[in-house]
Every structure is written in C-alpha cells, then in structure tokens.
C-alpha cells in the first residue's frame, strides 16, 4: 500500500509541472522565432504593450510589458496565458470589440479607442492599436501585437458612467477571478463576455489626439525594430507587411488555431500547387524530426527521406512503415499514415501526413496507433470543412 501510494502522482507537484510547462511554452513562442534576449530587450521599451500568438489555442498572451502592469494593475504572471479579454469589461462596446475580432481574423492593422477595465475594476479609455507581425520571407502570420495608450480623460465634459460602476464591478471581477497563477487561456475572459450580456449601457466612445495616434503608432514602431533586430539573430526576419512565398499560400489565423490544438505529430501539404508543398506542421512534428517551421514550409514531405526511401504521390488513405531521417541524420521507425482532406465541396484541398516514431514511449489512451492517427485526419478534416465552407481557409489577401 504504502509503494502504491507513494508511486501515486502528488497533485500539488503535476501542477506546478504543468505551470512550468505552460510558462515554457509561451516564453519559447518569443525566443525560438527571435533569441534568447528578445525578452530582455522589449523588458527596457517605454509603453503599454502585448504579444498574442494566434497558432496557440486560446489566442494567449504571450508578453506582457511593464508599462501595462502600471497602467492595469495587473501582474504579468497574471495575464500571460489568458486571452486579452480579461480586460473587458460590462460597459466595453461590442461594436468595437467586433471590429477588433474582425481585424484578427483578417490580420490587418486596426485603432479603436475602447473603454476598458483595470484589475481593481475600474474602467478608463484606450486607444488600442493592434497589428500584426509576419514572417519576412513567407508571409505567416507569427504574432499580433497590441499597444494600448490611455486617452486623457480631462477632455471628456460628462462623468463616466463605467466610473461610477465601478465599485460593483470591482467586487464582480473579484469574485470572478481565478485564483490560479497560471489560468487556462480558452477559459480566461469567458466571464466578462458573460457580464457583457446583463444589458449594461455601454459608454459614449472616447476620441483619441493625433498626439495619441501617433504615439501608438510609434510605440509599435519600436516593438516591431526590437523583434527584426533579434529575429536577425536567428535568421527570422518579421514584418508588418504580407509577402507570401511565390505560389505558397498562408493558411488563416482561425485554420492556424483549430491545428495547433491537434497533439499528433503532422504536416499538410497543398495537394493543388506543384510538389506538394508543406503549409502547416504541427508543434510535434517539429519536436520529432528537429526541423523549425521555417525550415520545412514550402518544403515537399521528401524532407524527411533518406537515400533508399520510394514513397509515391498518393491518391487514397494509407498507412506504410519506413525509416524517415531527422535534421540531425539520425533515423526513426516511422509508421506513417497519409490520407486526402477534402473541402466543403468535396475536391481535395490538402493532404495530411502523420508520422509516429514507433520506437518512442507514446500514451494513446487506450487505442491503437493506427486509431490515434486517425484522430488527427479527423480533427483536420473537421477544421478544414468548417473554415473552408465559411470562406476562412487561407488568409484573406491585401
């Protein structure tokens, strides 16, 4: 009993596991694409600012700037993994909460002055100014960053109604926060949607300065220089401005969001442009074989290939066992399923090709290898149906 026990996982440890986990993996969404120093370097810029990744689920924040602290009251521990819901709140206009969404589905540059809420529940106006950040060389969207600059509230002739809910929307936000460091970030900002709903009226809209315009826009100026200057280093180079890979189209935010929720080990490759190319691969695959992303996009599934290694172009789903190859030159026992993903009209769109390193310890919860495979062909083929029957499947173009 008392091995049993003590062999039994101690909860409070799987947590602080898993937080570490979770801080891990956000942090590397900025130093695998840029350096290790990226972080020291946005740490020294002036201003209230933060970094989103769209290819995580729940759109998380994965920066914080010290300059957002100051202006919201909230810690950074407390905002890195959540999406940046968490400050809306019960007066904040939909219509500028809409016009935001639609800005991050079409990744474009967006400004709105938005009534928002501090950690102590009190409200105050921002001009937001969201952009997004691209890689250089293929145009995919890595990052959107978002600067908020307070709008002078002395200029506003009547009160603001939030400020005078305030107190009671302190107490509400109170109740409603999770208590843990670390939240999950699909779950953080459901409530204050929810709040959205009791029929509050929201504020009459604020009106940013040119003075505040600019301002907004030269603090993402800044941002923008620090992250080409470190991506450099890496050989990454980003940019505000879309510029495609000829022939390679970037797949959208919402598709890119739906993937990074699949744990397989897989990549797509667009079935109607020459070779096959890659266009997604997933956050396993790249842990498997050692290749980064930028390494593999546009790349044909031959990458993983060695000398003696046919595989021809297929047309229907299969599973073959081969030796593929790592970017190191070591090899794996690959057992590998490939199967066509089809769009809402029906016509081949993608192929999917997962790959299972047969010597590694895997936990498939009770299925076979074949079945957890075919898990991932399902959520593909879920996601891609979806988006594509709702005009969201590759980015939209300028």
């Known amino acids: 009993m008392a091995s049993s026990a003590a062999a039994e996982a101690d909860p409070v440890e799987c947590e602080r596991e898993q937080q570490h986990e979770d801080r891990r993996r956000l942090a ?40 957002l602290a100051a202006l919201t009251g909230y810690a950074r521990r407390e905002v890195l993994g959540r999406n940046a819901r968490v400050f809306q709140g019960a007066a904040t206009d939909r219509a500028a909460v809409a016009g ?96 959205d709903k009791r029929g509050l009226e929201s504020e009459e809209p604020c009106v940013a300065t040119e003075s505040e315009k600019e301002k907004a826009i030269s603090t993402a100026n800044s941002i923008v220089f620090a992250l080409n200057r470190y991506s450099k280093l890496t050989g990454l180079a980003v940019s505000r401005k879309r510029c495609d890979s000829v022939g390679i189209p970037a797949l959208s935010s919402s598709l890119n969001l739906s993937l990074g929720r699949i744990k397989q080990s897989f990549v797509l490759t667009h079935s109607c442009l020459p070779d096959m190319p890659i266009i997604y691969a997933s956050d396993a695959f790249v842990s498997l074989t050692g290749y980064s992303r930028e390494e593999v996009l546009g790349c044909n599934c031959r990458v993983l290939n060695g000398p003696d290694t046919s595989l021809e172009v297929l047309e229907e789903a299969c599973t073959v066992d081969l030796l593929s190859y790592r970017k190191d030159g070591s090899s794996f026992h690959d057992l590998l399923h490939v199967s066509p993903i089809r769009d809402a009209s029906g016509k081949v769109a993608f192929h999917i090709w997962v790959h299972l390193d047969v010597g590694a310890k895997h936990d498939f919860n009770g299925l076979t290898p074949e079945v957890w495979q075919l898990g991932a062909v399902g959520a593909v083929r879920v996601a891609v149906r979806g988006l594509s029957a709702s005009g969201s499947l590759l980015r939209p173009s300028q």
């Open 28 to 67: 590397s969404s900025l130093t695998a694409r840029y350096s290790d120093w990226v972080l020291e370097a946005l740490d020294e810029l002036p201003g209230s600012f933060l970094l989103t990744d769209p290819a995580l689920a729940g759109h998380p924040i994965v920066y914080a700037s010290r300059g």
């Open 100 to 195: 935001v969404r639609e800005a991050v589905r079409a990744q474009r540059a967006h400004q709105v002055a938005i009534l928002n809420y501090r950690r102590d529940g009190s409200p105050h106006w921002v001009l937001l100014h969201l952009a997004p950040v691209f890689h250089a060389r293929d145009g995919r969207l890595l990052h959107f960053l978002a600067v908020q600059v307070p709008i002078d509230a002395k200029r506003r002739a009547a009160p603001c109604r939030g400020a005078q809910q305030g107190a009671v929307l302190a107490a509400c936000r109170e109740e409603a926060r999770v208590d843990e460091d670390f939240p999950c970030a699909s779950h953080a900002g459901k409530v204050f949607v929810d709040m």
